[in-house]
């Protein structure tokens, strides 16, 4: 009689567990026609509208060779409750003095352009105009870290500067103007373009987006 054990054949257990949570697209709605219709009221007002048909047309009485820059802000909101609001464009002006300035000093090394990356938010209604050096009133406690500016992506492409900034703030606040900075730190830096516009209310739980392309053509 073998008492001798037969081996046990291999025996190989596998399990894997797989979950997915399908939220389904967030829902994209139109600014309200009425914040629509005032903003573009505000820019028929201040000739931003008009702006790019100046620049076709000059760019077709002019030489070959002379150069135009032109800029455009558009917005998105994100709500609490994961719905998107496109405000669409926001603003056409405007390139300030201090802006060029900075451009035409990046030539000789004193500035660094890549520096110009910074969005400042701020609550004043005061048009825009080519001497300005600062937001008339920005946020300072309201951001989400105290007195620092959103940092913005950026990228290049066929003549163009985009840079991407998202203003999450931490208090109720009504937002009318913007501006691109050269520096991080509230109350200083230069400002190189500042656009005001219909007021955007905000809660603490909300988002603005906003997309500045800068086009030299």
Known sequence: MNCEAEPLADVSLASRLEMRVNRGPSRVARAPWRWRAKNW???????ELILPMWVLWLRL???????FATAEL?????HSD??????????R???????????????????????MKYHGFGTGNT???????????????????NNTRPTGSQASSSATYTTIGTLAP????SITEWGLHSQAAVAGGTLFDRQVFSAVNL???????????????
């Open 127 to 145: 048009a825009a105009t080519v001497g300005d050096t600062a937001l008339e009133t920005e946020l300072t406690t309201q951001y989400a870290t």
């Open 61 to 67: 009485i002019s030489p070959r060779g002379l150069m």
């Open 170 to 173: 931490d208090a109720t606040v």
């Open 82 to 91: 994961g719905t998107v609001t496109d405000l669409g464009l926001l603003g």
């Open 93 to 115: 002006h405007l390139v300030v003095t201090a802006g060029k300035n900075f451009l035409a000093s990046a030539f000789d090394n004193t500035v660094e352009p890549e520096i």
């Open 74 to 78: 558009r917005g998105r909101v994100t």
């Open 41 to 47: 009221l505000r820019m028929i007002a201040s000739g």
């Open 203 to 217: 809660t603490s739980a909300d988002t603005l987006a906003v997309t500045y392309t800068l086009t030299i053509s």
